[in-house]
């Protein structure tokens, strides 16, 4: 049987990582580009770990086999349809019986595949001990109020070739209170872990990062304190936008491509109900409130911005101790030229080739 180590798997080019694990199991943390094959289903795992628990091993091993046994030949006509893509390396939690199993039926149907040792576990833990010794000594932070539209400015900058690491993507966060609209219900500390590591691995050898200013928790997820801390003592550029331009860019990006869904209007109420616990003005909750009501979405960004986000951003802006540079840009786009001459007088140049002509 052939084995494979995280480390050896980690620089493989060409890896099709097949994941065996239970839906629920691959839901809750994974290898990034990992397929789902399972071997049971969720039900099914829970069964076979009652019997184990209330009748033994000898028990939940034979319950197993009833479970796999018709499965079989569906299971290796899936994991077969990817053979081509590149070298199989099947896991499951910690390298185990599941693995193995699966690994000796591919063998003998003639196909040949990886055992990942320790399965995702071992997966885990190296990139947990790996993470602090990769982030970069040096950060270039993307500071500004909410609506100026930084992660826009990280896409551009990336595509320049600037060593980005865009931390809400990793989060499935946009850090504020409505920041899972249109992402989902946001990523878990593992997901987050693992889209870290896999956006560390791809500025390896850059001496610094463009990054958001972001609070250390983003959503479900902690940010590592090094990466805090090299934050704080990082080079800082502020972009200043008007808040009419900031209302517009919000609108387009939080409002307009999601009003008509079914979930829209409960997910904004829920939104408010939290910050109407934190504002104590009775005329600016009145004003939230009625714009709610009204379906004023225009008109309830501009009051959050003014009242709420603004006050709290500028508290937040004293954690940093590095030197200050302010852009005034129009957009996110005009912003991110401005900030590449700024970085380019700086001597912060981009690192990475890149095929775009932006």
């Not at 591919?106 to 196909?111: D, P, Q, S, Y």
């Not at 008509?260 to 409130?289: A, C, F, M, N």
């Not at 912003?335 to 932006?358: G, Q, Y």
Request: aromatic letters at 10%; one cysteine or more; hydrophobic letters at 40%.
């Amino acid at each position: 049987m052939k084995e494979i180590t995280v480390e050896e798997l980690l620089n493989l080019k060409d890896a099709v990582v097949i994941d065996i694990r239970s839906p629920i199991e691959f839901e809750d943390g994974m290898i990034p580009g990992a397929i789902n094959v399972p071997l049971f289903t969720n039900e099914e795992r829970q069964v076979i770990g009652t019997i184990y628990k209330q009748e033994g091993q000898a028990a939940a091993k034979w319950k197993a086999m009833e479970f796999v046994s018709p499965k079989i030949p569906d299971l290796l006509k899936t994991i077969k349809s990817h053979q081509s893509d590149g070298e199989l390396v099947i896991h499951c939690w910690r390298g185990g019986m599941r693995s193995k199993a699966v690994v000796t039926f591919l063998e003998f149907a003639g196909i040949y595949a990886w055992r990942l040792v320790g399965g995702y576990k071992a997966y885990r833990h190296h990139i947990l001990e790996e993470i602090p010794t990769w982030i970069p000594e040096k950060a270039v932070v993307i500071h500004g109020m909410t609506g100026v539209g930084k992660t826009e400015v990280l896409k551009v900058l990336k595509k320049k070739g600037y060593p980005v690491l865009d931390l809400e993507a990793m989060a499935g966060h946009r850090g504020s209170i409505f920041g899972t609209i249109g992402l989902g219900e946001g990523h878990n500390q593992k997901t987050f872990d693992s889209l870290l590591y896999k956006g560390l691995t791809e500025i390896r050898g850059s001496e610094y990062s463009i990054v958001e200013a972001e609070s250390k928790r983003i959503g479900k997820a902690v940010q590592p304190e090094k990466l805090m801390d090299v934050k704080f003592n990082g080079l800082n550029i502020y972009i200043h936008s008007s808040l009419e331009q900031r209302v517009k860019h919000l609108v387009s990006e939080y409002v307009m491509p999601y009003e008509q869904e079914p979930w829209y209007d409960e997910k904004i109420s829920l939104g408010i109900e939290k910050v109407l616990k934190r504002v104590r003005d009775t005329e600016i909750r009145k004003t939230l409130v009625e714009a709610l009501d009204q379906k004023n979405y225009h008109e309830l960004i501009s009051v959050l911005l003014e009242h709420y986000y603004d006050p709290r951003y500028d508290h937040a802006r004293q954690d940093y101790i590095g030197a200050f540079f302010d852009i005034y840009a129009d957009n996110p786009e005009d912003a991110a030229e401005k900030i590449d001459f700024k970085l380019r007088e700086l001597s912060f140049l981009p690192k990475f080739e890149t095929n775009s002509r932006v």
